[in-house]
């Protein structure tokens, strides 16, 4: 059997990423590689779990510009910038980039791109971008085709901002041996490396990465009643053997693993973290038609994310929104008002603020004070509690 060790010895770093140009000038026809993940009934369902598990671990934001590394045809780089995200796909082949171009301008995404996708050719050695310049870097069956993994784990921690991940979706510990994976070095002179993570996060410590994290996946068919006993806490010790056999299978074959540049930073381009407490001052209770009303509202940022006051396109910008009700709880208008912060507000923060409404017409109406993530969510969406009160204009 061929050792992979053995080809990295063998062929220098330019001479693998040949390799990977001739590979793509190749293809005749280049559609199941721009079809992805759609293009194989035999890889697509795993191939999507994977992607599912790869998503919710880079803890993505609308907006956050993502390093697509060995993009290939840039398939994925499609998907991140369908989520609003800022895409570069690197490769080391030019012919697979012109063909990542070709996807985004057949098949757009839909709707409005946040910003135009980025084409970034890879030497194999340095990646052609600012430090500290990518929030997220993902790596999608490529990084086990990487023969100097140290250097490029050095590129990562440079290119990556502090706090920032890096998700990687490979194969497992035993990849090399794969009879496939044997036959494309022993034919192409194609590196199939074994991903073996502790090793890797050893090389990452040296570069600024302070924790790993991995995901396992159960792919698992249960009867209906081994479902209703997982349900209702039933154990038993059939199903336990069963469940750590396919969780040592998942983890063993596949390698779902995360490496993150410090302490995770959230902030308002996403939902999760986003919380606020609201206190309104001075609220009357009745007013003249045409009269303002001015609210004062102390607000704190009680959950985990910075609210942004500026970011492109407004997405992620929070502001004090209020919906408007009449008297009977009919909703009236969602997005009644906007106001604006003047500053970041950071967790544990509080913020002083004063808010004027004016009414349409006589009535008795309902106002409810939220805050809103701009593009992203109400704060109630995700757990937060409105402050509310009624008010009669004559």
Not at 195 to 200: A, D, T, V
Request: proline letters at 5%; glycine letters at 8%.
């Amino acid at each position: 059997m061929i050792d992979p060790k053995q080809l990295i010895e063998a062929l220098s770093v330019e001479e693998l990423c040949n390799t990977a140009e001739a590979y793509f000038s190749a293809i005749v026809d280049p559609t199941p590689q721009m079809a992805k993940p759609f293009s194989s009934l035999l890889e697509g369902p795993l191939l999507l779990q994977h992607l599912g598990l790869l998503l919710s671990g880079l803890h993505l934001g609308k907006t956050m510009t993502v390093l697509d590394f060995g993009a290939g045809s840039c398939w994925f780089s499609r998907f991140l910038n369908q989520l609003q995200c800022q895409t570069i796909s690197c490769d080391p082949s030019q012919t697979a980039l012109s063909l990542g171009k070709r996807l985004f301008q057949e098949h757009p995404i839909i709707g409005a791109p946040i910003a135009e996708p980025q084409f970034l050719h890879f030497d194999g050695h340095q990646i052609e971008l600012p430090d500290s310049s990518v929030d997220r870097i993902v790596c999608v069956s490529a990084f086990h085709h990487v023969p100097n993994q140290a250097e490029v784990i050095a590129e990562f921690g440079r290119v990556l901002k502090e706090g920032g991940i890096v998700g990687f979706s490979e194969p497992g510990r035993f990849h090399s041996q794969n009879p496939q994976s044997q036959m494309e070095m022993r034919h192409a002179k194609v590196l199939e490396n074994d991903i073996l993570i502790e090793e890797i996060f050893e090389l990452a410590k040296e570069s600024g990465f302070t924790a790993v994290s991995c995901k396992a996946l159960a792919n698992l068919d249960l009867s209906l009643g081994q479902y209703q006993n997982l349900v209702k806490r039933r154990w038993n010790p059939l199903l336990d053997t069963r469940l750590k056999h396919h969780l040592r299978h998942s983890v063993t074959e596949n390698s779902i693993f995360f490496l993150y540049k410090g302490e995770l930073v959230r902030d308002s381009r996403h939902h999760v973290g986003l919380a606020h407490s609201i206190q309104a001052q001075r609220a009357p209770r009745q007013l003249a038609t045409g009269e303002e009303m001015t609210l004062a509202l102390t607000i704190k940022n009680i959950g985990e994310a910075r609210w942004l006051v500026d970011n492109i396109a407004g997405i992620g910008v929070v502001t004090i929104g209020t919906h408007l009700f009449d008297q009977d709880g009919q909703l009236l208008a969602l997005d009644f008002t906007r106001h604006p912060f003047e500053q970041a507000v950071l967790p544990g923060d509080v913020a002083e603020r004063e808010i004027t409404l004016t009414f349409p017409e006589p009535g008795g109406y309902r106002l409810a004070i939220d805050l809103v993530a701009e593009g992203i969510c109400w704060f109630e969406t995700v757990g937060s509690t409105p402050v509310e009160f009624n008010i009669t204009i004559v």
